[in-house]
Structure formats: structure tokens, C-alpha cells
């Protein structure tokens, strides 16, 4: 196993992330699988498992904590999170952490995160109203947090500007990043303001939630012409493991096969050739189907609506890549009316000066058309709470 220093620890590197765990015909977590599979990652030598207050509608912190009972208390490191991310009319961080560690049967969280710290929270985790920094600080006193960080799906100034009023606090950051989101979703740029930083990087979503495991057959040939011996998980994880200040790999696995592949994968080091590292990069490139915009931003000084066109363009790019994105949605929720794709009259004076010349006004308005679509984050956490509640009822039964 590959391990990583960080935080004072020796961490392996490789994370068992426990948002899709095996599930059965009821949708109830398989039980058995997962002690199966956390054996085989404790056997391993994996020492680090991360879940969550709302993963599996609540049960993935019960079900973690049960398979990870059987094994003394310091042979493993236990992440969960605070869901400040989850659009509430009020806010509890006491009531929630009580509960996580009775749910977790322990005494206390190795690792202790701030969920999804973005464009539209990032005021709740500020609002001393609700004093939720302040507490998870005070548990940290009182060594019932030895570790706290926080996980975000934000943009990069939005990052850094959480950093500037926290990041005194924080011990380490948990990002979404793969070889596609490198640049898609300014994954570059987030490891670069993290690391200036100091802070320890997690990673989630290495994957893609399998989307770069279940490539094409044109994308798998051109991975295969530069290394035939690798599969295509590996091929992304092993990315992850060389880019600086990355500790932890989180891996979402769903079966005790995914689990072998991927310690396999950590057994040691195995860097990328520049050859297979360029592979990557240039297979990312032609699955964006992306406008080349280069953030020249001569768009924007000529906008009456005065719009963020490359950021706008940056968030077309994602959308269409994935057909609808959750993480763009819960982002536009927090910009103003007039800030939107929408507030574009089309004038054209911003395609007219693109040095790419993209039909900007175009792209604006089939991203606004595609945001109007999709659900609004407060819709989504209340139809997660639902899903929640009829599982619980199931369970019950």
C-alpha cells in the first residue's frame, strides 16, 4: 500500500469512500458485502474511510461504523462530514455530531469535514448565528475531532476566498478532481491555491462516478495504443497519485472487485510515463466537446449586462459534457438574477471581439435553457430528505 504523511499521520493513499456501497434489491446497504470489502481493504493495509451525515440516506455512517467495529480503535482513520451544505431553515452542528458519533459507535472522528463548502453555504458556515466553525473548533479542544477540514465543489475564488476567512482552521481540503476535471472544472487551479496554502489534498470523485471507467471503444483504443497492460481505472487513479500535495484517493467503491482493482492499483508507486500522462491529457481534451474559450476575458469588457462570460462558457463546457450538472446547478443558485446565462439580450458585441470566434450569445442561451431544466438544489436536498424517510420506513418494517 502506498501511504502519504499528512496531518501528522502516515494515511494510505488510497480511500475507502462509502457514498455507493453495495445495496440490495430494497435499496438497504448489503451489509455482509461491506464487511467483506473492508476486510479486504484493512488486510491491505487501507486505513482511511470516509462517509458521510446523508450518503445512503443516512445509514452509510451506521453501516460503516458497524464493519469497522471488529477492529481496534487506532488501526483505522474514521472521516465523516457536517451537512451545511443541505438548504435548511436552521442549522444544528451539535444535535448533528451527537448524532454522527452514536450512529458511528465511537468516541471520536479522526477526520472531521465541513460538507461542500460552495457559492451558495458558503454564508451559512460563516454565519455566527449558527456558530458552526466555531463548534467543530471547540470539539477539536476537546479531542473529539482530531482533524478538521472541509470538501468543496466551488470555484477556485470562491476556494480561496473561504480559505482567506477559515483557512487558518482548516487542516484539509477534500476536491473533486480526475484527469477530465484537471481543466474542466479548474481542478489545476484548485490544487495550485491549495497547495500555496499548505493544506493537504483529498480527493473524490477520481472517477468521475465511473464515467472514465466505462470508456468508449475509441477511448479505450487511444488509452491502449499508449498502454495496453493498464485498465482504465487504474489509468486514473495512477494521474491522481503524482499530482502534488494529493494524500488521499477516494475511491466510491460498489463491489469487491472494484476493491481488488483498485489495491492493486495502490500496491506501490507507478508513475506515468510522459507519453501515458499526455495520453490522458489529450483523450480529456476530445471527450469535452468543449468551446475553446482561453479566458482572454475581451468578451467581458464590452458586456452591457457586465456577465462572467468565461465563467459562464467554463460552466457550458461541464454541462455538456455530463448532459446536466448538479454541481454547476447548486453554483447558479447562488448567483443573482442578473448574473445568470438568462440576463444575455444577445447583443453579439462579446462574439464580435472572441479571438475564438465563438457564438457566445448561443452557447449562453442553451446554458440557460439547460439550468432551467434541471432542479434547484433546495428541490433536490428536499427529495433526498424524502428518499431518506421512505427508506427508513422500509428499513423499519
Known amino acids: 500500500m502506498i501511504y502519504k504523511n499528512a496531518c501528522g499521520l502516515k494515511l494510505s493513499q488510497l480511500g475507502f469512500g462509502t457514498m455507493r456501497l453495495p445495496v440490495k434489491e430494497d435499496k438497504s446497504i448489503d451489509e455482509a458485502r461491506v464487511q467483506t470489502m473492508v476486510d479486504l481493504a484493512m488486510e491491505a493495509g487501507v486505513n482511511y474511510f470516509d462517509t458521510a451525515y446523508p450518503y445512503h440516506g443516512g445509514y452509510s455512517e451506521i453501516v460503516i461504523g458497524k464493519a469497522l467495529k471488529k477492529y481496534p480503535r487506532d488501526s483505522y482513520y474514521l472521516a465523516t462530514k457536517y451537512p451545511g451544505?443541505?438548504?435548511?431553515?436552521?442549522?444544528?452542528p451539535a444535535a448533528v455530531f451527537e448524532e454522527q458519533l452514536k450512529k458511528c459507535d465511537v468516541d471520536y472522528f479522526?477526520?472531521?469535514?465541513l460538507h461542500n463548502v460552495y457559492e451558495n453555504d458558503i454564508d451559512v458556515y460563516k454565519d455566527p448565528k449558527w456558530g458552526?466553525?466555531?463548534?467543530?473548533?471547540?470539539?477539536?479542544?476537546?479531542?473529539r475531532i482530531k482533524h478538521l477540514g472541509f470538501s468543496t465543489h466551488a470555484r477556485p475564488d470562491t476556494l480561496e476566498a473561504f480559505l482567506e476567512y477559515a483557512g487558518e482552521s482548516m487542516e484539509f481540503?477534500?476536491?473533486?478532481?480526475?484527469?477530465?476535471?484537471?481543466?474542466?472544472?479548474?481542478?489545476?487551479a484548485k490544487v495550485d491555491i491549495l497547495n500555496k496554502w499548505n493544506i493537504p489534498i483529498w480527493i473524490m470523485e477520481p472517477l468521475r462516478?465511473?464515467?472514465?471507467v466505462n470508456l468508449s471503444d475509441k477511448e479505450k483504443a487511444a488509452l491502449e495504443e499508449a498502454n495496453a497492460s493498464m485498465s482504465p481505472a487504474e489509468w486514473g487513479l495512477r494521474f491522481l497519485q503524482e499530482v502534488p500535495g494529493v494524500a488521499v484517493i477516494l475511491s466510491g467503491m460498489s463491489s469487491e472487485d472494484q476493491m481488488k482493482d483498485n489495491l492493486k492499483t495502490f500496491e506501490a508507486p507507478r508513475p506515468l510515463s510522459e507519453k501515458e500522462h499526455q495520453a490522458l491529457l489529450d483523450l480529456a481534451?476530445?471527450?469535452?466537446?468543449?468551446?475553446?474559450?482561453?479566458?482572454?476575458r475581451y468578451c467581458c469588457d464590452g458586456c452591457p449586462m457586465g456577465l462572467d462570460i468565461p465563467m459562464l462558457i467554463h460552466a457550458y463546457n461541464d454541462v455538456k459534457f455530463s448532459g446536466g450538472s448538479n454541481t454547476v446547478?447548486?453554483?447558479?443558485?447562488a448567483l443573482p438574477e442578473d448574473k445568470l446565462p438568462s440576463a444575455c439580450i444577445g447583443c453579439g458585441a462579446c462574439a464580435a471581439i472572441c479571438p475564438q470566434n465563438i457564438n457566445i450569445p448561443e452557447a449562453l442561451k442553451e446554458l440557460s435553457d439547460t439550468l432551467a431544466k434541471l432542479p434547484s438544489w433546495a428541490e433536490l436536498c428536499r427529495q433526498r430528505e424524502e428518499a431518506a424517510r421512505k427508506l427508513k420506513e422500509q428499513t423499519a418494517k
Open 85 to 92: 451544505h443541505q438548504i435548511s431553515s436552521s442549522y444544528d
Open 110 to 113: 479522526d477526520f472531521y469535514l
Open 132 to 143: 458552526i466553525i466555531d463548534y467543530f473548533k471547540e470539539q477539536v479542544k476537546n479531542d
Open 173 to 188: 481540503c477534500q476536491i473533486q478532481l480526475n484527469y477530465l476535471d484537471w481543466t474542466l472544472q479548474d481542478g489545476k
Open 209 to 212: 462516478g465511473g464515467r472514465l
Open 285 to 296: 481534451e476530445g471527450m469535452k466537446d468543449a468551446l475553446p474559450c482561453t479566458r482572454c
Open 329 to 333: 446547478k447548486m453554483q447558479f443558485d
